[in-house]
C-alpha cells in the first residue's frame, strides 16, 4: 500500500510527506469522496489547515478535483491518469445518490458536446454535469 502510495505522489510529480501519505491513503480506502471535514475526523487530531493545503497540492498537480456539492461544500475525488499538473481532464458527469449521499465520479454515463458556430465566443472553462437519482449500491438493497 506504501509504496503505492508514494508511487503515486511521485508521478504527480508530488514529494511524499508523511501528511499527505495519509490523506492519499483515506481517498483510497474509503469507499466514497471526502470533504475537508471528513478527512479531518478520520486523521483526528491532524491540524485542518495541513490537511486543507494537502488537499489544494493534490488538485494543483492534478491527483485530485473538488466537486461542489450542496449538502457537504466541496469534497474531493482521485483523478484519473489524464491529469497533469495544472491541467485536469474531468469532464465526467457526477451522480449524486439521493439515498446515501454519495457523489460518485461517474464513467458509466457519456456526455457528448456539441458545440456550434457560436461556441467559439465563449471560453469553456469547466463541465460540470450532476446526475441525480439512486445509485448502484443502494438500488441493491
Ligand atoms: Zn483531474
Ligand atoms: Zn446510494
Ligand atoms: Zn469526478
Redesign the pocket.
Known amino acids: 500500500m506504501n509504496a503505492q502510495i508514494i508511487n503515486l505522489l511521485e508521478s504527480n510529480h508530488i514529494k511524499p510527506t508523511p501528511m499527505r501519505m495519509l490523506v492519499l491513503e483515506q481517498m483510497m480506502v474509503q469507499k466514497k469522496n471526502l470533504s475537508l471535514a471528513e478527512i479531518e475526523e478520520l486523521l483526528y487530531p491532524s491540524d485542518r489547515i495541513t490537511i486543507y493545503r494537502t488537499l489544494q497540492t493534490f488538485v494543483k498537480q492534478?491527483l485530485?478535483?473538488p466537486i461542489e456539492t450542496a449538502h457537504s461544500g466541496y469534497i474531493y475525488a482521485l483523478?484519473?491518469d489524464n491529469?497533469k499538473t495544472d491541467n485536469?481532464?474531468?469532464n465526467h458527469p457526477h451522480f449524486f445518490c439521493e439515498k446515501c449521499k454519495k457523489v460518485i465520479c461517474s464513467s458509466d454515463f457519456l456526455f457528448n458536446l456539441e458545440y456550434k458556430p457560436n461556441a467559439k465566443f465563449y471560453s469553456v472553462e469547466k463541465v460540470e454535469v450532476t446526475i441525480k437519482g439512486i445509485c448502484p449500491d443502494c438500488n441493491k438493497s
Open positions: 492534478g485530485a478535483h483523478c484519473s491529469c485536469h481532464f474531468d
